[in-house]
Each structure stands twice: as structure tokens, then as C-alpha cells.
């Protein structure tokens, strides 16, 4: 059992990860920003949000022992933040300043792995904040320690899984993994060690653009062994324990370490916290493959509101949980004496509330702002990809095209060249030159988009 416990409501742009420690949950976004809660309560602590990078926040990952946050940004760094009293007590530059879109603390926080879109994974000492060495992969979009901190593993976009030792070797590469590209992966914290006390096998979790979900057992020497394949999910799944794509909308999600507790987040700029289970909410039992499959059952199709399911396919259910989240549960016996459903609530006007004996005017137009609300948000978030500018993942206004072929949003490109960032955002090559030249034929597809929405 699923139950719902609480919403937040503070990121004014898209979810972009949310993470767990014992005590503490952290969301990231676009719009620059981390949040902390505290979960006793869910309420955002006093130094939150925290402001550091000049860029959308793509990561967030907490130390083993909770005492330490990472945010890794397009702006190229690694920002280490203490959970305490959020200040930011380190910054790590990637040495090409390449825009970073996953990082990862090894569980003895020895370590410090980040990956980078033009494929260059970082690796970093931590205590003393010192880099000490990269790799060259394909675009890295996943990578994870192993549980004993002594294996790092990536996923890139060709689809390949890799494992590594801390000193940068190749240690096994599992090709094709997943068709289309690896989009996560994440190890459980137990292994089994051997008789020299060094970790023999461990499981990984991984999901990719295939929308499968596969657990593998990788053990010495070196190998990696499919155990089981969850294909519940109907679209890419871009996140075992970050992010989740449906239908072009995402859907963030993370497990707690200590609760029976997954945190959802997706386009709509919400993170939801849901319950898993009747049992003790203490035991923190949950982390099983059982736990997985309740959740993927249960959310195999998507839930209304937060996780972006089209309102055309919502079931009278889903539509009655809307209600309830947008505060109009009076309404709720209107629509299931009348059988609502998705179709029906979006084709729904002054006329036809009035047929459904809801009296108040009040009641019939707040119903209806909310109607609209709904529908100008599931248009706004399907825009197509090439829509979309490169730099903050937003809808372009005035696209211009740069010398490295590529479109970006005017404004962002020039703050990204002033900050002496002469190199491509796609490509980390040398930009020719900083001459812009406006996209018109873009801006008129975006245009006539935005009109048919």
C-alpha cells in the first residue's frame, strides 16, 4: 500500500532530483536552487533554499553519514554544502567546465565521482578536495559507487554499463544494457565481502530509455549477471532513485534510508512524499525488491497532478484524487454520481458544471481556474525537445544559433559566453566565434506550437 503524506510546493521551475538522508530531504531544480527539509515534519529548514550555482541544479546527492550535500550544475561544478547549516564549505570545478549532470559520494566519502556530458567522468579525493584523475567515456549520464567504496560504476547514452576500480581501470563492460542508453543506475548498500575482506559481489540497479528497470549481480571477477528485469513502466525510466520519464514529463523519485519513504517530484515544480506499506513506519524495512514491485504496481500508470499523467487518460480515480489535492473535495460525490473522468473534466465549462448540482458560482468558477490551470501546464510541459534551450531546459523565446550549430535561448548563451565560458555547451569545443544569429524559423515553429496548445 501507497499512501500519500505530505506535497511542497517551493521550486519555482521543474524538479530536477530529490535525495534522502536519514533526517533530511533535498530537492534541486532548473530554477538554480536546492531545498532542505527536515523530516520530522517536512518543513524547509532556515537556510533553505540554498543559492550557489549559476545554472539549472541537475544532482544532489547526501553523504553516507547525512553530514555533507552535493549539487552538481551545468555551470560545471560540484558544490559540497554542510547539512548543518548549509554553508558551502567546498566548490569543485571540473577541469574543462563542462556542464555536470550526475555526481556520486563513495559510502566512506573518500571519493568524489562526477560525470559530465561531453562523456568526462571526474574523479576527486575528497578530504582534500583534490582532483585525481578523469576518464573519457560516452556521454555519461548515471554512475554509483560500489557499497565498499573500492568500484565505481557509469552508464552512458550508448547504452553500456562499465565498471571501474578507484584507480581508473576497466575493470568489465556490459554492452548494450539498455537499448537507447543507460539513464541511472544505483547500488544496494549490502555486498557480500570475501575472505581478504574485499567486496566479492554486490547488486546494481539500473534503468535506461528501454523503460526497463534491470537488477544485476556483479561480483568477481568482474562479471555482471542480469537477475531480474521489471518492465512495468511504460515509457523511459530515467531514474532508479533520481528520475522517472513518462509521456515526456518527469517524475523524480527517491527511497529514504531510514523510512519507509519514496519522494516523488516531476514538471509540474512539486515533490510529493509517499508512505510504503501498513507495517511500522520506523523498521525501515522497505529497501527490497518486494517494496519495488508495490511501488511499480501501484504507479505503473501515473498518478494525476504531480506525475503528469495526460488528463485525456485520468480514470474517475484519478480525477476524484485531484479534487481532493486541490482542495475541492465537496466536489468529489458530484463527479462520482456523475462518472468523471479525464476526457469528461477537461471538456467541462460554465454549462455543463451547472449540470453536475454544483449550486455555488464561487465554487463552479474556482473548479473551472483550476480546470484551466491543469491543462495550461500538461500543454506547457510537452513542449518538443528542440524547443527547449539547451542551457536551462526552458521554452525558447528568442533562439539564436551559435557557432557550434546548435540553438540556444539568446539570453542564456550570452550570460554563458560573458562568464568567459568560451566553448560550446554541447560539444566543449572551441567556439569560432561569439557571433549569435536569431533563429527565425525556430521562433516561428515555437510560435505556431504555442498557439495550437
Known sequence: ?????????????????????????????????????????????????????????????????????????????????????????????????????????APDSSLLLAGACDGTVALWDFPSKTLRSTVSEASVVACCFSPCGQFFVTGCTHGDLKLWDVDVSLLHAEKDAHDLGVTCCSSAPQFRVGEYGCCVEFRLASCGQDSQLKIWIVSQPYAMKLLHTLTSHSAPVLSYDTHHKHMNHYEIISLSPSMPWIATGSMDRTVNVWRIGDGDSRTGKYLTDNCLSCFSKTKGRKLPGHSRLLVADWSEEDVQTWLCEEGLEELVCNFKANNIDGPELSQ??????????????????????????????????????????????????????????????????????????????????????????????????????????
Open 1 to 105: 500500500m501507497v499512501s500519500i503524506i505530505c506535497t511542497l510546493r517551493h521550486h519555482t521551475d521543474e524538479l530536477s532530483c530529490c535525495a534522502f538522508s536519514p533526517s533530511l530531504l533535498a530537492t534541486c531544480s532548473v530554477d538554480k536552487t536546492l531545498r532542505v527539509y527536515n523530516t520530522a515534519d517536512f518543513s524547509e529548514l532556515p537556510y533553505s533554499p540554498l543559492s550557489g550555482h549559476g545554472y539549472g541544479v541537475h544532482c544532489c546527492r547526501f553523504s553516507s553519514c547525512g553530514s555533507h550535500l552535493l549539487s552538481c550544475s551545468t555551470d560545471g561544478s560540484v558544490i559540497v554544502w554542510s547539512s548543518d547549516t548549509g554553508e558551502a564549505t567546498a566548490v569543485l570545478q571540473h577541469p574543462g567546465r563542462i556542464p555536470l549532470r550526475v555526481c556520486a559520494l
Open 348 to 453: 467541462l465549462n460554465k454549462e455543463t458544471a451547472a449540470e453536475l448540482g454544483i449550486e455555488s458560482v464561487g465554487l463552479r468558477s474556482r473548479l473551472l481556474r483550476k480546470i484551466e490551470a491543469l491543462k495550461s501546464e500538461q500543454s506547457g510541459s510537452e513542449a518538443p525537445d528542440e524547443f527547449l534551450c539547451p542551457i536551462t531546459r526552458e521554452l525558447m523565446k528568442d533562439p539564436v544559433i551559435a557557432a557550434d550549430g546548435y540553438s540556444y535561448e539568446r539570453e542564456s548563451i550570452e550570460s554563458w559566453i560573458r562568464g568567459k565560458n568560451k566553448t560550446s555547451p554541447m560539444t566543449n569545443l572551441p567556439l569560432q566565434t561569439t557571433l549569435l544569429t536569431p533563429n527565425r524559423s525556430l521562433k516561428m515553429a515555437i510560435t505556431r506550437w504555442k498557439s495550437s496548445q
